[in-house]
């Protein structure tokens, strides 16, 4: 069975770019969610998708951004790039809801220079 | 606003010497608790998921266990393997996870 996939792996931008990632969830899992994750900061939600709409959004600018198509693959895109945007990017998908656990990909690293 | 400290922050532990990991919570109802293994440069690896106070999981070498306040990952005779970081999470009702900070635990061999 194949795991949650993240593409790319790594990524570097420069400043004031925009970025997509892309994330490929579960066969059968129709929840997407979107996690940011730095060193001091640890991981701290971005939003999640079920059904190709957004249920939740965490705390962060408007320049984050995000989607899902009806096939519950994602995409989040960051305008505008920031140097505190660079972090590993992680996406996890579930069923319906998380009672049953999430199951995470591996992660984009963004570095933005 | 639901909330979660882990500690310690970091454990260095020797090969064989046995161990607890605390996540402490506080929700405005708990819907479970997750507890995941993170690799350097890798997603979370799902461990476990515990959902109501006196509830033990164990796998291998980890065991978890829950109380209404917190929780604790035991590790018995752990190996070089087992160094990683552990994040305990825990989902609100809006299907949003809060992750504590991490024990980063490092087993020398």
């Known amino acids: 069975k194949a795991g949650v996939t993240q593409t790319p792996r790594y990524l570097i931008k420069t400043r004031g770019q925009q970025v997509t990632l892309s994330c490929s969830p579960i066969?059968?899992?129709?929840?997407v969610s979107w996690y940011q994750q730095t060193p001091g900061q640890g991981l701290q939600f971005l939003f999640e998708?079920?059904?190709?709409?957004?249920?939740n959004k965490g705390n962060f600018p408007g320049r984050f951004s995000g989607r899902q198509f009806s096939n519950s693959r994602s995409e989040m895109n960051v305008s505008t790039l920031e140097l505190g945007d660079s972090a590993l990017y992680l996406c996890?998908?579930?069923?319906?809801?998380?009672?049953?656990?999430?199951?995470f990909g591996s992660g984009t690293r963004l570095t933005v220079v | 606003e639901d909330q979660v400290t882990q500690s310690p922050e970091a454990l260095r532990l020797q090969e064989g010497e046995s161990s607890s990991l605390n996540c402490s919570y506080t929700?405005?109802?708990?819907?479970?608790l997750f507890w995941y293994r993170q690799d350097p440069g890798k997603g979370p690896e799902f461990l476990f998921t515990?959902?109501?106070a006196g509830e033990e999981k164990e796998k291998e070498r980890l065991k978890a266990t829950l109380t209404k306040k917190e929780s604790f990952l035991h590790i018995t005779a752990p190996k070089p393997e087992d160094s990683a970081t552990y994040l305990c999470?825990?989902?609100?009702?809006?299907?949003?996870?809060?992750f504590g900070g991490g024990t980063r635990l490092m087993v020398k061999p």
């Open positions: 998708y079920f059904s190709e709409t957004q249920r």
């Open positions: 929700v405005s109802g708990l819907r479970g």
């Open positions: 999470a825990v989902p609100n009702a809006g299907n949003m996870l809060t």
């Open positions: 996890a998908s579930s069923r319906r809801t998380g009672e049953n656990g999430y199951t």
């Open positions: 066969s059968g899992h129709r929840s």
């Open positions: 515990l959902y109501s």
